[in-house]
T-cell receptor
Framework: GQNIDQPTEMTATEGAIVQINCTYQ??????LFWYQQHAGEAPTFLSY????GLEEKGRFSSFLSRSKGYSYLLLKELQMKDSASYLC????????????FGTGTRLTVIP | EAQVTQNPRYLITVTGKKLTVTCSQN?????MSWYRQDPGLGLRQIYY???????DKGDVPEGYKVSRKEKRNFPLILESPSPNQTSLYFC??????????FGPGTRLLVL
């Protein structure tokens, strides 16, 4: 089974840095994804971590600690268009690769 | 353009009237899946397919059927829809069960 937790809502200021945390409990962990979803649209892939450490991609970075069951998504130089939901998802290997999503963190960027 | 398409995008139907939501991808991906997204519950996997003629249940398969006769298509079938199947449905595909590319979504209302 799996249990994925992330904050429901966050607010941050344009130009600032925000960190969105995700904790998980799962058996057969095989990687963690972050997706961005604007209201009324499909989720879009942001990052994938399978090994411990930080993966940086432009303004977005994602960190994973497998021993702690913890990840975070770091957004730098926030822009208004970053207002969206951010979904943490864990791949669990139980005979096949199943992807389980958290309920998402709705980020609001204010001027 | 690489994409996942779904049809219809919006559908209103009545209880018990069979319906099919089509999904097609042009990326030659092996892995396809269906999700439903409900407020407060996040994305939940309904069914997935790792290849042609190979399908398996996800988290919430009750009341749904799928088929995978060709690599590019993965239709979702509701034999006898009920109001609790009112939801936003997403089809997704990936090369190997990793980073998934989502279709635009189908908003279904069952009266």
């Amino acid at each position: 089974g799996q249990n994925i937790d992330q904050p429901t809502e966050m607010t941050a200021t344009e130009g600032a840095i925000v960190q969105i945390n995700c904790t998980y409990q799962t058996s057969g962990f095989n990687g963690l994804f972050w997706y961005q979803q604007h209201a009324g649209e499909a989720p879009t892939f942001l990052s994938y971590n399978v090994l411990d450490g930080l993966e940086e991609k432009g303004r977005f970075s994602s960190f994973l600690s497998r021993s702690k069951g913890y990840s975070y998504l770091l957004l730098k130089e926030l822009q208004m268009k970053d207002s969206a939901s951010y979904l943490c998802a864990v791949i669990e290997v139980t005979g096949a690769n199943n992807l389980f999503f958290g309920t998402g963190t709705r980020l609001t960027v204010i001027p | 353009e690489a994409q996942v398409t779904q049809n219809p995008r919006y559908l209103i139907t009545v209880t018990g009237k069979k319906l099919t939501v089509t999904c097609s991808q042009n990326m030659n991906h092996e892995y396809m899946s269906w999700y439903r997204q409900d407020p407060g519950l996040g994305l939940r996997q309904i069914y997935y397919s790792m290849n042609v003629e190979v399908t398996d249940k996800g988290d919430v398969p009750e009341g749904y059927k799928v088929s995978r006769k060709e690599k590019r298509n993965f239709p979702l079938i509701l034999e006898s829809p009920s109001p609790n199947q009112t939801s936003l449905y997403f089809c997704a595909s990936s090369l190997d069960g990793g980073a998934q590319y989502f279709g635009p979504g189908t908003r279904l209302l069952v009266l």
